[in-house]
């Protein structure tokens, strides 16, 4: 009988760990992988984990910009620029905490590609604390935003904030 409490004992600890590493935030578990849906520029669902790309800010997919005098779909843009370094592949992401809306904030790849860094590179987001060099780059190479006149981000947000 001694055997066999020692063996249910031992399976309910093996189940008890799988439980606490299934319902572990997810930025825990470091490192995530699967299938993404791009919500925009820099926000993802990897699996099932809403992902924010750390480092990096972009349009909201409601955000205008304007070139050449005329108003453009920049949010939406940038959107379709990430759709389209992603193209239907898994994304690999490493966690590294959480933002204030709970997302977990992440440097994502596809492939040997850094999402993050590739979209501050093409001019599709802006450096959020990190990529800056990118950034210098896409703006002396008038990429993407950079061809255009247009608000960061965050003040953009803070502008319409509530609207």
């Not at 997302?103 to 590609?113: D, E, F, M, P, W």
Request: hydrophobic share 45%; net charge positive; glycine share 10%.
């Amino acid at each position: 009988m001694a055997r066999f409490d020692e063996a249910l004992t031992a399976v309910l600890a093996v189940a008890l760990l799988l439980l606490v590493a299934v319902y572990l935030p997810s930025d825990w578990r470091r490192s995530y992988y699967g299938p993404a849906r791009v919500i925009d520029g820099d926000t993802l669902v990897v699996g099932s984990v809403k992902t924010r790309l750390k480092g990096i800010d972009a349009p909201e997919t409601g955000q205008f910009c304007r070139r050449a005098g005329e108003l453009w779909r920049c949010g939406e843009a940038s959107t379709a620029a990430l759709h389209g370094m992603i193209a239907g592949r898994n994304v690999t992401c490493d966690g590294a905490g959480r933002d204030v809306y709970n997302r977990v904030l992440a440097v994502c790849r596809v492939g040997g590609l850094d999402l993050n860094r590739e979209m501050v590179k093409k001019g599709w987001a802006v450096a959020y604390g990190a990529y800056e060099a990118q950034e210098r780059a896409a703006k002396s190479a008038e990429a993407g935003l950079w061809s255009s006149e247009f608000e960061r981000p965050a003040l953009w947000r803070e502008m319409f904030k509530g609207t």
